[in-house]
């Protein structure tokens, strides 16, 4: 037994000593654990910042969330709907009649409803928050259905009650507020060349152009101060859908001006061109 004892005992660990060694394998891993959590949490802000500086860009030149704060444009959007808004969709195509858009009414329209101001410096920060990320409406945004591009002549109202473009009517019962007229107001204004003629679906309770007539602009709104245009509800889920430029923008009458116009006017530049240079060719010989 001795000799078997020293054959194969040279070779072993007292069994206290195994159980240390197994105790201190079972151990590493959870201390391993332990750090990977630590570096989580300490990565988390860093992390949290990124995500926060990504949103913005993304919400500064490609999609903004915008919080609807009032009746104007019902049912099409209802009070505390959420849409995103395309921001690029008008450096690829022009602004079209029908359009859902939204645009900055500062230093042009008063604003439909009334914010009070906060109280504090922490407050107007989250507030900003709120607004850059559709959960809080801004101040100076309005919301509204392009009718009228520029060069538009647009009237109200025709022998049918029907808003007309350009001498053609506009039937539009599909996203009209259901009993509203299309207007209780009667104009007939010319739209400025870069400017667009604006109202909501809920005309009976809409400041939109027809309110602004006295301001600059007669009512209607600069291009420039388009943010874009309004595609998809988002919120609440139940209302969750697009928002399409109604049939009734499609009009073969209405396309066809709109196609003509700039030939029309680069017709009428060119014609007093070409008897300019017939003269001098003439003189010249």
């Known amino acids: 037994m001795t000799s078997e004892s020293q054959e194969y005992g040279a070779a072993r660990r007292p069994v206290e000593d195994e159980v240390d060694v197994v105790a201190e394998e079972t151990q590493k891993p959870a201390k391993g654990d332990k750090e990977k959590k630590g570096s989580f949490w300490k990565e988390l802000p860093v992390l949290v910042v990124v995500a926060l500086v990504l949103a913005l860009i993304i919400k500064t030149f490609v999609i903004q969330a915008f919080y609807i704060p009032s009746e104007s444009m019902q049912n099409t959007l209802l009070k505390d709907d959420r849409v995103l808004v395309n921001k690029l969709v008008y450096h690829t195509r022009d602004i079209e009649r029908g359009d859902v858009v939204v645009f900055s009414g500062v230093d042009s329209w008063d604003q439909e409803f009334q914010l009070e101001e906060p109280s504090n410096p922490i407050a107007a920060f989250f507030r900003w ?47 009209l507020f259901p009993g509203n007229e299309p207007s209780d107001k009667f104009f007939d204004v010319k739209v400025p060349e870069g400017h667009l003629w604006v109202m909501g679906d809920h005309r009976a309770v809409s400041l939109d152009s027809r309110a602004h007539q006295g301001d600059p602009g007669g009512g209607s709104i600069p291009e420039s101060q388009v943010i874009g245009r309004a595609f998809v509800i988002v919120w609440p889920f139940s209302r969750a859908g697009t928002l399409s430029i109604p049939d009734t923008f499609a009009q073969p009458a209405l396309q066809a001006l709109g196609g003509a116009t700039p030939f029309v006017a680069g017709f009428a530049l060119a014609v007093p061109l070409v008897l300019v240079r017939r003269r001098r060719v003439r003189k010249g010989r």
């Not at 850059?132 to 022998?159: H, M, N, T, W």
């Open 129 to 175: 928050v709120g607004t850059a990320f559709g959960v809080v409406p801004g101040e100076k945004d309005y919301i509204k259905r392009v009718i009228g591009l520029g060069g538009d002549q647009v009237k109200c109202c025709d022998s049918k009650g029907r808003i007309t473009v350009n001498g053609v009517a506009l039937n539009e019962e599909s996203y």
